[in-house]
């Protein structure tokens, strides 16, 4: 079966500290809405902020070697 150049460009490598630190972030975030955050204002204040799009995230674009 052939497969498209642009479908094998869709995994980007991540160093493994990085990997980490994203389940972390993930488990904590998790346990934080278990725990009853998205009721508090601070939460809400924050959702409205990135739905607003009043906060830009820049992404460097990877090179392959």
Do not use: F, Q, S
Request: aromatic residues 4%; charged residues 40%; hydrophobic residues 40%.
């Amino acid at each position: 079966m052939a497969r498209l150049k642009t479908h094998e460009d869709k995994r980007v490598p991540v160093p493994e500290d990085e990997y980490l630190r994203l389940m972390e972030n993930t488990m904590i975030l998790e346990a934080l809405k278990i725990a009853g955050i998205e009721e508090l204002p601070i939460w809400k204040a924050m959702r409205r902020i990135l739905d607003d799009k009043r906060v830009k995230l820049h992404i460097r674009p990877v090179r392959k070697n």
